[in-house]
């Protein structure tokens, strides 16, 4: 069983689009994030949500919305999608506070913007 | 501020060499968590170790190994005997205890190339 699943993994679209990425995650976690790696292999974290509650939100275009239904799922809505968007998207859940508990991270989703 | 700093981009080594891969992190907090990933070709990001501000010891876990320096703050990772499929992108991360909010900070990553 996938611990964190993200769909798509591939995700091609064009500029001007609006598109969401999924992410489920079945390991009992009651945090999970957004990160996102761009083309130099960067790895910045997007948003987080504990609980449903949105607790970090870094400086991101708000076209960015994520919304978490659940503490399992976390989605990731992008609107009107520009060239720059293009990178890999990972989804990652925890334990808030982390102590001995796994900080996991989904497969990752490859967005590219044409 | 918060950061970690790894200095190496990229590192080619034969198989068999062994190899260090850097890690230096700022932090103000006591407590605190540091994280190494792998990310293979493939692109996933794979768990290799965390440690704890509190635990120093060094850890083995077969060909690796880590060597955690509170005074130099360092998080430092060799491979041992390396082989082909140690080649991949290591990242560095870390976590702050303060403010619990699950923040991870990663390092720029170094990209390691093992030549057979």
């Known amino acids: 069983d996938t611990a964190v699943s993200q769909t798509p993994k591939y995700l091609v679209t064009q500029m001007g689009n609006d598109k969401s990425i999924k992410c489920e995650q079945n390991l009992g976690h009651d945090t999970m994030y957004w990160y996102k790696q761009d083309s130099k292999k960067f790895l910045k974290i997007m948003f987080s949500?504990?609980?449903?509650?949105?607790?970090i939100n870094e400086t991101v275009p708000n076209r960015f919305s994520p919304k978490s239904p659940d503490k399992a799922h976390l989605n990731l809505h992008i609107n009107s999608l520009e060239l720059g968007d293009s990178a890999v998207y990972f989804c990652?859940?925890?334990?808030?506070?982390?102590?001995?508990?796994?900080?996991?991270f989904g497969s990752g989703t490859r967005l590219t913007v044409v | 501020a918060q950061k970690v700093t790894q200095a190496q981009t990229e590192i080619s080594v034969v198989e068999k060499e062994d190899v260090t891969l850097d890690c230096v992190y700022e932090?103000?907090?006591?407590?605190?968590?540091l994280f190494w990933y792998k990310q293979p070709p493939s692109g996933e990001l794979v768990f290799l170790i965390r440690?704890?501000?509190?635990?120093?010891q060094n850890e083995i876990s077969g060909r690796y190994s880590w060597n955690f320096q509170k005074s130099t703050s360092s998080f430092n990772f060799t491979i041992t005997a390396s082989q082909v499929v140690d080649s991949a992108v290591y990242f560095c991360?870390?976590?702050?205890?303060?403010?619990?909010?699950?923040?991870?900070?990663f390092g720029q990553g170094t990209t390691l190339q093992v030549k057979p």
């Open positions: 990652a859940s925890s334990f808030r506070g982390v102590t001995n508990y796994g900080y996991t």
């Open positions: 949500y504990n609980n449903k509650e949105l607790i």
């Open positions: 440690r704890n501000s509190f635990d120093e």
């Open positions: 932090t103000r907090d006591t407590t605190y968590y």
């Open positions: 991360a870390l976590l702050n205890g303060s403010g619990n909010t699950g923040k991870l900070i």
